[in-house]
């Protein structure tokens, strides 16, 4: 698909316009509404906007994202619109507020199209826990389309949109987009504010692009990036003009983590293919070594014990009383809290509330929550440590391409593991992106992802746009 | 490690939810499956390792505290399952 760029200035030019591309984007999801992306679309509402949005380009105005069409994950709040997390417990609920990247990109311009499956509470990685079903990979209906920000990937494959805001807690934008063959970006902790998005783990949780290109999704960071008031660990730290992707023509360091590359869980082709792509990198003038990292089998478990525990905290909220489901059966307080969150919680997010709850009793707490929090540091401190002589860490995306359905739902720790290369920047809190590497001999994509260093994301696109050039199929 | 029956009962409660016959059999072993596969951790030495609790690099982020009406009083009870003009209704729960 064409970029921003090209689009802004094939309405610039008269050749399209805002409205006959929100047609074009409408009839295409309802099309293909068998692939389940949107659970609902704002038809009506997005075609008014982009009305008044050809309008102001007509006269020389709008924003950075003028026209830019995009869908929303179902866990980011939008002032009026239904939000529910793809979860029974939140179906009819409707916003009292907009999320600070909603305010940003409508400030520029943007035009909303709906709003998009996900796991149930962005709790998977294959957006089968969904209280509406699960969304079908466009590539191959057989297979999932990755998790959790499925939906939102799936509507950008299947152009039913220009974007997609997602959102990340241990590879919920990345893993998707590899599976699907798009770029996905979780931005470094605190880069984008989380006001507005419905709380999974907090100290994990980043909302970012999913995108068809580098270009748009730097452009989406430049908008929705920075600090607010409404969100005391979004960070002051500048917004650079990601757009800027001139390469940098200097000799880049590259790491490799041997475990990674190595890992019996790895398809073959996929390290193959991986290490052609050093090869390449090397042919260029960069430098691409292995490095030690021998935390790799700990960042799963570390991962779910310490985002349940925070899962388990940040759904109390759920209770059947002042807002969501609440059961029809008759008791005492108790015993509707304990109902309506039985009735309204599917088995994955139950799942996940009792492994936190666990964790997090008096019995077991140092033994495992605050251990995870320790062996946390350790993670973070290694991967700060590989950062400080190398540019980035390269490594595939995901240790296969997309699964079939069923494939891991009996599992959980097979399903767990499927995070198992994206995790790491979640716990460290390093931006990461996965772009488009190539399509597996299964006919599948797959990604090439790139963590970097802490705020580093201007290098991360630039570099990002370089290597698509290289790997592009 | 071994998960019991009694266990899930505690852990149920805290957490408010509900777990019988099949489904209790069940999260029993998700759970012990879970708990062995975190147990890994502890291959770890953690010795003098200071725990990892906030991500965030920004320190002392204050705001004027001025107030704002965020949402009106309409706007509270709008998403609430029962209600009435002015509250949220719950069961009884006091005893006269």
């Known amino acids: 698909m064409a970029d921003y760029k090209q689009y802004k200035q094939q309405v610039l030019s008269g050749e399209t316009t805002v409205v006959r591309t929100v047609q074009d984007f409408l009839a295409k999801a309802i099309q ?18 982009a009305a008044q949005i050809d309008l102001q380009i007509a006269e020389g105005k709008g924003g950075k994202l003028a026209g830019m069409v995009i869908a929303l994950k179902d866990n980011i709040c939008y002032k009026g619109h239904s939000v529910t997390n793809s979860s029974k417990i939140l179906k009819g609920f409707e916003s009292l507020y907009s999320s600070t990247v909603v305010e940003r990109i409508i400030a520029e311009g943007a035009v909303i199209i709906g709003r998009c499956n996900c796991d149930e509470f962005a709790m998977g990685a294959s957006n089968e826990t969904s209280a509406y ?72 949780d980043q909302i970012g692009p999913i995108t068809s290109n580098i270009y748009d999704c730097a452009l989406l960071m430049e908008v929705i990036s920075g600090t607010d008031g409404k969100d005391a660990t979004a960070s002051s730290n500048k917004v650079e003009d990601y757009t800027d992707l001139q390469a940098s023509n200097k000799p880049l360091r590259f790491a490799y983590l041997d475990t990674c590359l190595n890992n019996k869980g790895l398809d073959e082709e996929l390290r193959t293919q991986s290490f052609a792509i050093f090869e390449q990198l090397k042919a260029l003038g960069h430098t691409v070594e292995t490095v030690e990292f021998p935390y790799l089998d700990y960042l799963v478990p570390a991962y779910y014990v310490l985002t349940t525990a925070e899962a388990s905290s940040n759904l109390s909220r759920y209770q059947g009383l002042t807002y969501g489901y609440r059961t029809e059966e008759k008791g005492d307080l108790d015993s509707l809290f304990k109902k309506s969150r039985s009735e309204g919680f599917g088995r994955e997010v139950k799942r996940r509330i009792m492994l936190g709850t666990f964790v997090l009793t008096s019995d077991f707490y140092d ?45 959980p720790v097979a399903m767990y593991l499927a995070d198992i290369f994206t995790v790491q920047a979640n716990l460290s809190g390093h931006p990461a992106i996965s772009i488009p590497a190539g399509v597996h001999s299964n006919g599948m994509p797959w990604g090439i992802q790139l963590m970097g260093k802490q705020f580093g994301e201007k290098k991360l696109f630039s570099f990002s746009e370089e290597l698509s050039k290289i790997v592009s199929p | 490690m071994e998960i019991t029956n009694d266990a899930i009962d505690k852990l149920a409660h805290l957490a408010r939810l509900e777990f019988n016959g099949a ?27 200071e725990p990892l609790i906030y991500m965030s690099t920004e320190t002392n982020i204050l705001r004027d505290d001025i107030i704002v009406e965020e949402i009106t009083h309409a706007e509270a009870l709008k998403n609430a399952p029962k209600k009435d003009s002015d509250y949220f209704r719950v069961p009884k729960f006091l005893d006269k």
């Open chain 2, 23 to 49: 489904d209790k059999e069940s999260i029993k072993q998700d759970l012990t499956q879970i708990t062995a596969f975190c147990e890994k951790l502890n291959e770890i030495d953690t010795t003098g390792v």
């Open chain 1, 133 to 204: 079903g699960p969304v079908l990979n466009a590539r191959d209906n057989t297979r999932v389309p990755g998790g959790s920000s499925g939906g939102c990937t799936v509507a950008v494959q299947a152009g039913m949109c220009h974007a997609a805001l997602g959102s990340d807690t241990g590879g919920s934008i990345r893993q998707p987009a590899a599976f699907c063959g798009q770029v996905g970006f979780k931005p470094s902790y605190g880069r984008v504010s989380r006001w507005g998005l419905l709380s999974y783990g907090s100290s994990f």
């Open chain 1, 32 to 49: 293909q509404k068998h692939l389940n992306a949107f659970i609902e679309l704002w038809g009506e509402e997005s075609l008014m906007r």
């Open chain 1, 367 to 411: 033994a495992y929550y605050t251990k995870a929090q320790k062996v946390r540091r350790l993670i973070q401190e290694s991967t700060e440590k590989i950062l400080e002589s190398y540019d980035f860490i390269i490594t595939p995306t995901t240790p296969s391409t997309a699964f079939k359905f069923g494939e891991k739902t009996k599992d």
